[in-house]
């Protein structure tokens, strides 16, 4: 079984890209427990998260309340596309998208979609004409339907529905430029 890397192996990723190709604005989707917000910070000028679990995101709320507004750190509680739907017509600059969002197994909470990451790459394709790089984690699932009850779509619809080629390494699928 390949060893899957560190969150911090993946923060720096996002890092190397976003110093590589000038991205200074992060959007996330499945903030968790807000550890890649917490990194972006050493390097965006802007952040944009999205959570579904309420009790998450008022977690988050506690932990970022006093930078919020300060650091341009924008937290929202609920469905991934519905809330890209409202953000992304917004966003004007080169971003670096990080995808994250799905079920958790039984129990767990997610919105229209189990899997929402072809309606998020739809939107982005859709919203962002500028040159974007999106990173889309847990590449190990994809193309299953078994992993936590939950459906995942394979790699060739998601490059599909975004237009572009990718790459998989590392537990992440990586759609560089547009």
């Not at 200074?24 to 550890?35: D, K, P, R």
């Not at 990718?166 to 759609?175: G, L, M, Q």
Request: proline residues 3%; hydrophobic residues 40%.
């Amino acid at each position: 079984m390949e060893q899957l890397p560190a969150p911090e192996a993946k923060h720096r990723l996002m890092e190397e890209y976003a110093r590589q190709y000038g991205l200074e604005i992060f959007v996330e989707t499945g903030t968790a427990t807000g550890a890649s917000v917490q990194a972006a910070r050493a390097w965006a000028k802007e952040i944009h998260s999205v959570e579904i679990v309420q009790e998450r995101y008022l977690d988050l709320l506690h932990r970022f309340g006093a930078v919020v507004h300060r650091e341009k750190i924008h937290l929202y509680c609920g469905d991934s596309a519905s809330i890209l739907r409202a953000i992304l017509p917004g966003i004007s600059e080169p971003t670096l998208f990080w995808l994250d969002a799905h079920c958790d197994g039984k129990g767990s909470a997610y919105g229209e979609e189990e899997t929402p990451v072809l309606k998020e790459l739809e939107l982005i394709s859709r919203f962002c004409r500028q040159s974007n790089i999106v990173l889309v984690d847990d590449a190990r699932l994809f193309g299953k339907s078994n992993y936590s009850d939950c459906a995942w779509p394979s790699f060739d619809n998601m490059a599909r529905v975004l237009g572009r080629s990718f790459e998989v390494k590392d537990d992440i699928v990586r759609f560089l430029g547009l």
